[in-house]
């Protein structure tokens, strides 16, 4: 059956989330706000027709969806492709610290933010070839209509805007748990549905990552 729905979900909250600190591919494991967040989603997850889940394979992404396949029935489907980028040197930093401690690459970032590579981790370039890899993959199977992505801000803005060329990153939020949801039409197109929805959160407190801006 062709995949004709995907609704993408960022992962619930963490410590370093509230901190402000980049996560990259640290292990940081949900905080009692974010199995919160997830409890609240999984009350409505049944409702939304999915006949897949796949996950990254980060910590805080793995205990989100272990939550959800509680009410869902069936496991979700590990896919280290679809993990956050690897920030390298800045796992761990604010902003205003990677602006401070490494004033050079992080004007270089602004410069050019899709090529840029962090020292030791990735570039967007890079987190948008393992994800979409793992994105055509998942069309691939025979799931059903609708299948969900557990996956993390950076992978999900490169996806979004490749399938969906006007989804740029600096306007679309991709708060923690929130569902952003793309469908496809006769003609094999994506268009997007829903954005950063967390109606399912009932007042829960959430956030998006901030962009790089330039703090110099």
């Known amino acids: 059956m062709t995949v004709k729905r995907v609704i993408f979900i960022r992962p619930g909250e963490t410590e370093w989330n509230r901190l402000g600190r980049w996560q990259g591919w640290v292990a940081v494991p949900l905080n009692e706000h974010g199995r919160r967040q997830a409890r609240q989603l999984a009350l409505y997850i049944r409702n939304i027709g999915m006949a897949a889940l796949y996950t990254s394979d980060l910590k805080r992404a793995l205990e989100t969806a272990e939550i959800l396949a509680q009410e869902l029935g069936f496991a979700p489907v590990l896919d280290s492709r679809l993990r956050e980028r690897n920030i390298g040197a800045w796992q761990g930093l604010t902003l205003e610290e990677m602006c401070a401690w490494y004033p ?37 199977q025979d799931n059903g209509e609708t299948v969900g992505i557990i996956s993390h801000t950076t992978a999900i803005h490169a996806l979004l805007h490749h399938l969906i060329p006007e989804c740029r990153a600096n306007e679309i939020a991709v708060s923690n748990m929130s569902v952003t949801t793309i469908v496809r039409d006769d003609g094999d197109q994506w268009h997007l549905v829903a954005r950063d929805d967390i109606s399912h959160l009932e007042g829960l407190e959430t956030s998006a990552y901030p962009e790089l801006e330039d703090r110099r």
């Open 104 to 140: 050079d690459e992080y004007a270089r970032a602004l410069e050019n933010p899709a090529a840029f590579k962090v020292p030791g981790g990735e570039s967007r370039l890079d987190v948008l070839e393992r994800a979409l890899q793992a994105f055509n993959g998942i069309l691939a």
